[in-house]
Structure formats: structure tokens, C-alpha cells
């Protein structure tokens, strides 16, 4: 039965088409509840849909909605829904991220299970193994919960707290109208949550239960939650001060408390302390491959919680530059910004005197293709020794990815009369083409679009250790009033999988500011593409700055005048590159104040008379 279970969990986690039907409320061929409550093994399929709803954010939205990066299909689903963040189009009718009503159904399934899996009837064989294991569904279950609570958390702030599956009778509605709680109660609830969920979970999982909630898990839950109740955005934002309830109750705390630094410190440093997860660390004497290769591998070392993803070669296909020898979709363009924010291999900002970085010239060297050490040329010296996490995550201008297989290096400049000659996909449709980079971060060398062989094996990990010790270093900092050994020990761990040097570097390193910008800018290149930076940037309220500018890329789309001013073949490469390293506006971002929390939907206030709605909506 264990085995059988196992699979079933595992094929409800991995598949995406099978799941999205599957017990809405129960099976089409069960009539009832009661039906799925009153079968062991239909009640442990119910708390694998449960486990499907954990979030899989490995996808275009959440970088192409933030500072990351610009998703060129103009005509595009994705592209059109991240627009509305990018143009602060959105509205309290039409918020694509919001997922108000899918978070409340999935918090119902949750309850519904959590209040009844203590009396699911058990084979009386099987009564010693289920007195072990309905205690650790009943503690998954309420982590699941407590994950959604999160997910609303960081999008609305103070949301209700529903926390038994009430029948809605439709002769009595104010019966299951609520209002919002108030911030710290929602806060206070996972928290509390997550450590009574710690105390019942193991701390490991055997390889039969590989994708299992753990202790880790709950901890981990706990650190995140505490990060983001201490951070600017729900800390004493006098933005939130006037927004209470019908009957008075203020919904955010109006006061900064120093003190929830500790807190958020305290519950990252209990996920440490476990001494149960390490840094992923293939091969330390190649820092590229060292950070590269836990994102296309199923890597449990670091990985505190995956969501299991089943052997793909989506992201692959989508990634991947355009050109004939990769035949990718290279959907996504990383902006300027976040290419400007790898440092060079010194430790320095690219803007620092000293750091060594310039735009002029090229280089001839080697780089990483994925397997091995290659030969290149004509390098920009914009790409010249930088963080090696950059070579790990993005491809850029003759840059190379698996040669052995592909000949020839990423060409992303313009040529050849947009006939889509270019790895950039220049075709004459506006908007279409990438603008000067591809994402390489998650894909997988074992996978040859071109010999369309192998595949890509990775998750996506909800937590890692990583986050984990950013979460502790930026904690620290903020609750010290100088930054000590505390700030730097673990922030150094991160960049020291890389081989990047230890901080303090320059003086403003050991100055509160000066280390809240580097950890700022770690988090970003660290876990850049893995859906952090919509959120922190929120968080650290700093989203009217970075989100409210024109997004950069480089000159791939040249005009005719510009490549005849060469004096070169007009189609040539030679001309496209001589055009190309120059910074161009792809679009002007729109970013207010309103923005930094989702409104409450419309058509949920309608129905409930007692949810009052959020700041500037």
C-alpha cells in the first residue's frame, strides 16, 4: 500500500493535464464527501491534490512582471498579463496574479481534510502503520494551508482567516461573510502553524517519499513569512494606517517593530541549525558549473522543499536561444538592469572605480558551454570577468551552449535583412524579437533540441538553503545597528559557491545601507528567475524605483540608417554587431504606490459586504 501510495503522489505532483479535473471536490465517480472520507486511500488522494496546488512558479510571469525581464511575444497570453503589471494596467477586475477565489477553494479542501482524516476508517492490518501516518497527512495538510495563507499574505496583506469548511447555505450568506484579519493575526497564524506542523513532521524523508512536506519545510515556511512581516511593506507603512475594518479594526500595524528582524533572523538561523541541508556543490573548482547544475538536476541537498516537476523539456524549448543549432523560443529578454547587476569576479559593483569593468573592446578566452571549457572570441568586455553566476544564467552575444552540438556561438546581434538568420529571431514583426539576451538559468546540457535527445530532469524548489541564509544575513543587518560577523557569515557562504570574494569589500560594506544594497543585489542574482524579485521588491518597497523606469535591453532591432552608417554590408553580421552594444528603451514601466498590495476583487466585495478594500483601489 505504502508503494502504491507513493506513486499515486508522485503522478498527481508530476502531472499537470491529469490534475487540473481531479477532485475538485471528490472524484466524478464517488457521489459525495463522505465517499472520499470514509476510504483511506481516496482520503490520500485528496491530500495529494492538495499537494498539486503547492506553488510551481518556474514560469514567464513573475520575471517578465518585474526588473528581470521583458517577454517579447507582444501577442503572447504570458506577455499580455505581464503587461498589465509593466503598464499598471491591472485593476481590481482584471489582476491575472491574484488567484483571490482558487487560494480560498484550495483553503476549503484543506479544512475539509484536516477536520476529517482522524475519522477515515483504516484496514485493521493497517491500523500500527496509519497511527504514524494520518498524523503526518493531518501536518501536511496544515502546511499546505498555511502555504496558501502565505501566498494571499504576500499579495493582500490582511486577508480572513478561515479555518473550517463552512456550508454556504444560500438562504444565509451572512453566515459565511467574513472580514479581513488583521496583518499580525495572519502572520501570527502561520507562524504558530508552522511550528506545531515542525514538532509532528519528521525532519527527513526516505527516497520513497522524496517531494514530502518536512520539519524543514515547516521551518523554512515560518522564516519567509517573518522576513516579509518585518520588511518595509507591512513594518510601519504609514501608507496601510487608515485602512480598518467596517467595525474599526485596524488592519496594519502603523508602528515599525525593530524586534521582528529578530524574529525573521531567529526562524531562518532554526532552519540552519537542523544541519540537515548544504549548499549544492558539484564541482567547487568550476564556480559556473558549481551554481549551474542545481537547476537542471533534482538536487535534494539544498533543495528544502521541490515541487516535483516531471521530466521536461518545456523550458528548454522556451529558453533557448532561436537560432538552428539550439531551435529554441528565447521568449524571455533579462534587461539591462539585471545584467548590470553582476558584479565583477573582484567583488566590485560594475560603477565602482577599481572594479576593472569597461564597455569598450573584446576579449578572447574560454567559456562554459554547459560541458565543457570552449574557446571564444570577440567577447565584449561588458561580459569580462564578472560574478560567475552570470555566465551560469544568462546567454549573451557570442556566448556558447553545448558547441560540440551547435558549431557556433549565440549570435544575438542583428543580421541579415531580419530573415531570422539571427539567434535573436529578428523577424519584421514588431516586438517578437529578443533584445540582446537570452535566459540560460534551468536548462539542461543533457537536452540537444537540435538532435532532439535527451531531456531535462529539474524541479522547481519552493525553498532552498540559499534563500534561507539571505533571509538570515538581511534580517541581521536590519536588526543590528552595524552589520557584524552575523550579517556577513552565511551571505558569504552563498557567494563563496561561486568563488565570488567575502564581504566587506568597499567601506559602505560595513555601514546598515551600504550592506542592505549588497544583500539586496545578492538575492537578486542568486535566485534570479525563481520568482523572488516580484515580491522583494515589493517588501523593501523600492518597486516605485525600479519598476516605474524604462526597461533596457541592447540594439538588436537596428534601424537601416544606423547599419548604413556603418559603411558596412548593411546585412551583414559585422554591421549588426557594430550597432548592437548599445542601450535601447523596450518599454516604459509604470509603477504607484496602489501597486505594492493587490486590490481585493471586486466581485469578492460584492458578495461580502464586510471586506473593505485595499490601499489607492
Known amino acids: 500500500m505504502k508503494k502504491i501510495y507513493t506513486l499515486l503522489l508522485a503522478t498527481l505532483l508530476i ?11 471528490v472524484p466524478s465517480e464517488y457521489s459525495s464527501e463522505n465517499d472520499v472520507f470514509n476510504n483511506i486511500n481516496l482520503a490520500e488522494q485528496a491530500l495529494a491534490r492538495l499537494y498539486n496546488a503547492l506553488p510551481n512558479e518556474l514560469t514567464a510571469y513573475y520575471t517578465a512582471a518585474t526588473d528581470e525581464s521583458y517577454h517579447h511575444w507582444f501577442d503572447n497570453g504570458e506577455a499580455i498579463d505581464a503587461y498589465k503589471y509593466n503598464l499598471g494596467s491591472w485593476s481590481v477586475n482584471d489582476n491575472p496574479l491574484g488567484n483571490w477565489s482558487g487560494k480560498y477553494q484550495d483553503i476549503r479542501r484543506a479544512n475539509i481534510f484536516i477536520a476529517r482524516i482522524d475519522g477515515v476508517p483504516v484496514p485493521l492490518d493497517r491500523e500500527s502503520y496509519y497511527a504514524i501516518w494520518k498524523p503526518r497527512y493531518k501536518a501536511e495538510a496544515r502546511f499546505v494551508r498555511a502555504q496558501f495563507y502565505f501566498e494571499l499574505f504576500k499579495r493582500y496583506g490582511a486577508v480572513p482567516l478561515i479555518t473550517t469548511a463552512k456550508d454556504v447555505n444560500p438562504d ?3 453566515d459565511t461573510q467574513v472580514a479581513r484579519n488583521a496583518v499580525d493575526e ?7 502553524e508552522c511550528d506545531a506542523i515542525a514538532a509532528v ?11 514530502r512536506i518536512t520539519k524543514g519545510a515547516a521551518l523554512a515556511l515560518k522564516a519567509r513569512t517573518l522576513l516579509y512581516a518585518a520588511s518595509p511593506l507591512f513594518n510601519g507603512n504609514p501608507l496601510y494606517a487608515g485602512i480598518r475594518n467596517k467595525d474599526g479594526k485596524s488592519l496594519f500595524n502603523p508602528s515599525y517593530d525593530r524586534e521582528k528582524w529578530k524574529q525573521a533572523a531567529d526562524a531562518a538561523k532554526a532552519v540552519i541549525d537542523l544541519n540537515i541541508y548544504s549548499l549544492y556543490s558539484p564541482n567547487p573548482s568550476n564556480p559556473v558549473q558549481n551554481y549551474a547544475a542545481q537547476f537542471y538536476t533534482r538536487d535534494y541537498s539544498e533543495t528544502i522543499l521541490p515541487r516535483i516537476i516531471g521530466n521536461s523539456t518545456d523550458i528548454d524549448g522556451n529558453y533557448l536561444p532561436n537560432g538552428a543549432p539550439f531551435k529554441g523560443n528565447g521568449k524571455l529578454t533579462p534587461l539591462q538592469q539585471l545584467i548590470d547587476a553582476y558584479e565583477m569576479k573582484n567583488g566590485y559593483p560594475i560603477n565602482i572605480t577599481g572594479s576593472g569593468y569597461t564597455t569598450s573592446g573584446f576579449w578572447n578566452g574560454q567559456l562554459w558551454d554547459g560541458l565543457k571549457f570552449q574557446d571564444v572570441t570577440n567577447i565584449s568586455n561588458m561580459y569580462k570577468d564578472r560574478d560567475p553566476r552570470f555566465y551560469a544564467s544568462i546567454f549573451f552575444q557570442y556566448d556558447v551552449w553545448r558547441f560540440d552540438a551547435t558549431k557556433r556561438p549565440v549570435r544575438l546581434a ?32 543533457a537536452y540537444d533540441r537540435n538532435a532532439n535527445s535527451g531531456t ?36 558569504n557562504q552563498v557567494r563563496a559557491r561561486v568563488s565570488m570574494p567575502g564581504l566587506p569589500i568597499l567601506p559602505d560594506d560595513q555601514t546598515k545601507a551600504g550592506m542592505r544594497k549588497r544583500i539586496q543585489n545578492e538575492r537578486r542574482v542568486e535566485l534570479a528567475f525563481e520568482s523572488h524579485r ?38 551583414s553580421e559585422a554591421a549588426g554587431v557594430a550597432v548592437f552594444y548599445k542601450t535601447v528603451t523596450l518599454q516604459n514601466r509604470v509603477f504607484a504606490d496602489k501597486h505594492y498590495l493587490m486590490p481585493i476583487p471586486q466581485t469578492e466585495i460584492d458578495k461580502d459586504p464586510n471586506l473593505v478594500q485595499n490601499y489607492g483601489w
Open 15 to 25: 502531472s499537470n493535464t491529469s490534475c487540473k479535473k481531479y477532485l475538485d471536490v
Open 172 to 174: 444565509k450568506l451572512e
Open 186 to 192: 495572519v502572520v501570527n497564524f502561520i507562524s504558530t
Open 201 to 211: 513532521l519528521p525532519s527527513t524523508q526516505d527516497a520513497a517519499q522524496t517531494g
Open 414 to 445: 542583428w543580421f541579415g535583412s531580419g530573415n531570422g538568420i539571427t539567434d535573436g529571431w529578428a523577424t519584421g514583426k514588431p516586438g517578437t524579437n529578443p533584445w540582446g539576451y537570452n535566459i540560460r538559468k534551468f536548462l539542461s546540457p
Open 456 to 491: 531535462g530532469t529539474r524541479n522547481f524548489p519552493i525553498f532552498r538553503l540559499a534563500e534561507i541564509y539571505l533571509n538570515y544575513a538581511e534580517a541581521m543587518n536590519e536588526y543590528r545597528d552595524t552589520p557584524d560577523q552575523s550579517v556577513y557569515q552565511y551571505l
Open 534 to 571: 516580484f515580491w522583494d521588491v515589493r517588501r523593501w518597497m523600492i518597486a516605485e524605483a525600479v519598476d516605474n523606469a524604462p526597461a533596457f535591453g541592447l540594439n538588436a532591432r537596428p534601424s537601416a540608417a544606423e547599419l548604413q552608417a556603418t559603411g558596412l554590408n548593411e546585412s
